[in-house]
């Protein structure tokens, strides 16, 4: 299971201690878990909160206080919701882990081991989600399986399911060819009643193959018997299948009033391409599904390929419309030289052709697409009486268990063919499942290495969105947001590189441009008269040693800037779980005058119990408060009553991420001080806004 930001795992945690429940909450965000945490204060809270919108996870106390642990099981036994509870503890044994069973908790956590509790988390998420996803697969099947019975039953081909030879089930027309009234006359009647005796034996051998799981050939030619004895050729067509969870074969019986040998002719038709030979795109589909089948089951390895002449509609056009069949048909013909006998080739599309090279390893799936581009890369192609110089790009799929799907097999070969189309054909671009690992590695190595790069080169730009005060203040303040330049003309966003560049301890480093860059660029301002205020954002990394703050010194100096025009902005979350080292630098750099912030206020448990402690210059909402502000009224309170309280304090407060009038009318009516957003101004390379 994949975590990110667009998913967010609601915790629930019951615990004492604020700090505490503020350190686990902040340990997951730093592991990319996206956590809306909640901490109860008293029962009452906490059945508000199991009832209004419960959490995916609680964690607990045992020695808590404000919801004792026996009153809080008792409360989500209660729910009746699969809501699992994880205990912490700080020491685990024996008579621990047994209370917890007996309780009902999933599991006890240590609580001062960050990895066994991130991991352990983790874990019970997933195991939650499966479970949901579970329920609602199986109300899905439920689902679908009345649908299909019902139009299994309205079918006008007479189908059964048959499990160990015995009829489980059969629709009207099937009944009806065999002359009975209700299916209560054939339910566990065996199929060979239904056969005329000349062809007992050998479907008694046929029956005995399937009860064994051995592979049968899918259309048998019988002659069937009806109820008052007369019998009638017929072909049966097994598949196997599954009724009410247990496993059986379908069979599909059609009468047969023609000739057996013209009616193999007819099949054959059927699965065929007229103008290549080739299977048919869904004969084809039908063997890609056994074999992504194959490879999900018995960890079995195919190759697939999807090859599209290059520059047809151009080929197409030195031949002449008429001619359409015949190149077509000589891309097929010289396809079937690069395979083997055994390898199943259709013609997928108007031209696209499709190859399934069953048990090909990785190496051999490469091979094989190497052999097909050359076929056509190194000869002429003839199609009628004209000569061509053709080649043909390929996508391909190593079929795997990591790839277990015909959706995702189809989606990767064609991202693969349009890939190849795009650089010019002649090409082969094979996906591997396999190789996702060491692609990602060299994917991040090669971001790595670009971070630097920008670094030293100074590629790293600032763009700055207006802050607009309110309440009728003009002073010119801005929000500078980094960005790096890639290729000319592109501007690569902080969100695809800062994570990297955190796991690679390059953070510390982005900070000392970005604000050595603020710097800067208020003292150009000063010199051109203007007071600009900018707020910059640093990561916890800058808060850990005097570094940073050395380094303001010397740029202030410098670039002839005022401190007091340079706001740092921290996240809330950060500044809690580093209080002391925030503590520290906020006093440095106050003595240039210089103001911290805090962003992201009031995701919290309790976000305005950290600004006794530390005097933030600013408060600057969660953007989260601003997701449908206009129509959410939990989210509209939440911003008044921290409006009320920054008020009380004397701080001033800003909101993010502005997208409509309705917003803006409700942060006026609150009291928030300042705004920033698209619907007001984006964020630009230059500072132009009209602050008067």
Known sequence: MQFGKDQVLRLLIVDDSVEAAEGIVSGLRNNGIAVRPTRPESEEALTAQLASQPPDLVLASPDATTVPLDKLMQHVDASGKDLPVLILHTTIDDARLLEAREIGARGVLLRGHASHLHDSIRAEWADLEARRALRRLESQVRETERRCDALIESSRDPI??????????????????????????????????????????????????????????????????????????????????????????????????????????????????????????????????????????????????????????????????????????AFAERLRTALREDDTVARFAEHQFAVLRRGSDHRGTLALAEAVRKAFADSVLEAGNRSLNATVSIGGVQIGQKIASVSSV??????????????????????????????????????????????????????????????????????????????????VQPLTFLQIAEEHGL?????????????????????????????????????????????????????????????????ESKVFTHLKAAQTFQQAVAKMGVRVGLEQFGSGLNSFQLLSHFDAAFLKLDRSFMDDLAGNAEHQARIREIAGKAHEAGKQTIAEYVQDAGSMTVLFGAGIDYAQGHFLAAAGPEMDYDFQ
């Open 410 to 491: 189809l989606g990767k070969a064609s991202q693969g063919l349009q890939s190849t189309i795009g650089v010019g054909g002649n090409r082969a671009d094979i996906f591997d499942p396999g190789a996702v690992d060491r692609a990602e590695e060299e994917r991040v190595q090669a971001w790595v290495t670009r971070i630097r790069q920008a670094l030293d080169s100074d590629r790293f730009v600032l763009h700055y969105q207006p802050l607009i005060s309110l309440h009728g203040d003009a002073n010119e303040m801005y929000d500078g947001y980094l960005r790096m330049q890639g290729e000319p003309g592109e501007l």
């Open 160 to 329: 059964a399911y048959v499990h160990e030879g015995m009829h489980i089930r059969a629709n009207s027309a099937y009944l009806e060819m065999f002359g009975f009234e209700s299916f209560d006359e054939i339910e566990g009647m065996s199929l060979l009643d239904m056969i005329a005796p000349s062809h007992v034996d050998g479907f008694k051998k046929l029956l005995k193959q399937m009860s064994k799981g051995e592979p049968v050939a899918p259309r048998h030619e019988i002659e069937a018997r009806t109820l008052d004895g007369n019998s009638f050729p017929a072909v049966m067509e097994f598949t196997n299948a599954s009724y009410e969870g247990e496993a059986c074969q379908q069979v599909v019986l059609r009468r047969q009033e023609f000739d057996p040998e013209l009616a193999r002719e007819v099949e054959e038709l059927r699965q065929r391409d007229q103008a290549t030979g080739l299977f048919n795109r869904a004969t084809f589909l039908r063997t890609l599904e056994d074999a992504v089948a194959d490879a999900a089951q018995n960890a079995s390895h195919h190759a697939f390929l999807l090859v599209e002449p290059d520059h047809y509609a151009r080929l197409l056009q030195d031949i002449g419309l008429d001619a359409a069949d015949e190149l077509v048909a």
């Open 507 to 571: 953070l510390w480093e982005i900070d000392r441009w970005v604000v050595g860059r603020a710097i800067a660029v208020i003292g150009e301002r000063l010199r051109a008269g203007k007071r600009t205020t900018l707020l910059v954002k640093i990561s916890e990394v800058s808060l850990q040693d005097d570094s940073l703050v050395h380094h303001i010194i010397e740029q202030l100096a410098q670039h002839g800037a005022e401190g007091s025009l340079l706001v740092l902005q921290v996240p």
